[in-house]
């Protein structure tokens, strides 16, 4: 079943957040951090596979901060599985300009 965001935040699985330019900052040098530490020699598959889950995680906790929600509650995970289809262009843009 296709969920909206509304109907997450009518469920509690979101409510509404107000980002900034700095909490955007530090999820992008989590993502970058991440991305690096899943290629490190040595590192198991598991948890090269756990890193790199956690990069797409921030980054769709991104996406959800520019659309003015953050998880929240069990299953906070799963309310990041929204489809990429529901983010308006017009946030995307927001974040384009914030020079993040």
Same mark, same amino acid.
């Given at each position: 079943m296709k969920m909206s965001l509304?109907?997450?935040?009518s469920q509690? *699985? =979101? +409510?509404?957040h107000r980002?900034?330019?700095e909490e955007i900052r530090n999820l992008l040098k989590i993502i970058k %951090?991440?991305? +690096?530490?899943?290629? =490190?020699?040595?590192?198991?598959?598991?948890? +090269?596979?756990a890193t790199a889950y956690n990069a797409v995680l921030q980054t769709a906790t991104i996406l959800l901060y520019?659309?003015?929600?953050?998880p929240h509650g069990i299953g906070h995970h799963l309310? %990041?599985?929204?489809?990429?289809?529901?983010? %308006?262009? *017009?946030?995307i843009a927001?974040?384009?300009k914030t020079n993040v």
């Open positions: 509304k109907q997450l935040l509690g *699985r =979101l +409510k509404p980002t900034s330019k %951090r991440d991305i +690096k530490d899943s290629n =490190l020699k040595g590192l198991s598959p598991d948890r +090269k596979f520019c659309e003015g929600y953050k309310s %990041r599985k929204i489809p990429l289809t529901q983010w %308006r262009s *017009r946030k927001w974040f384009n």
